[in-house]
């Protein structure tokens, strides 16, 4: 079982950045791999990013590569995602999710993640 919290979320400016966090609890959190997705008002849930532990590789929605970054810290329990370049359209909620690596599910679809954080919210102002 992993529990996720998501943090860092707020009002920026478009230009500006944020760091969101998503602290795990549970002793098999290093044998999942993460992602983060977020959702805008009457859109559905949509990919964002996802860090594989082994390796170290990352994956963007080419929405946001080169704006986000995904990183974690595997002893802190903690991954982050680093959003540079805000613009009004990234305005969502945020959700960090933990999936099991090897899935045959693509990890882009949030149908591959076992875990859930609750969300932060996002919004940037233009």
């Known amino acids: 079982q992993v529990q996720l919290v998501e943090s860092g979320g707020g009002l920026v400016q478009a230009g500006g950045s944020l760091r969101l966090s998503c602290a795990a609890s549970?002793?098999?959190?290093?044998?999942?791999?993460m992602g983060w997705f977020r959702q805008a008002p009457g859109k559905e849930r949509e990919f964002v990013a996802h860090?594989?532990?082994?390796?170290?590789?990352?994956h963007y929605a080419s929405s946001v590569k080169g704006r986000f970054t995904i990183s974690g810290d595997n002893a802190k329990k903690t991954v982050y995602l680093q959003m540079n370049s805000l613009k009004p359209e990234d305005t969502a909620v945020y959700y960090c999710a933990a999936e099991t690596p090897g899935t045959p599910i693509p990890l882009d679809s949030d149908y591959a993640y076992d875990y859930w954080g609750q969300g932060t919210q996002v919004t940037v102002s233009s």
């Open positions: 549970g002793r098999t959190f290093n044998t999942y791999d």
């Open positions: 860090i594989r532990w082994s390796g170290g590789s990352t």
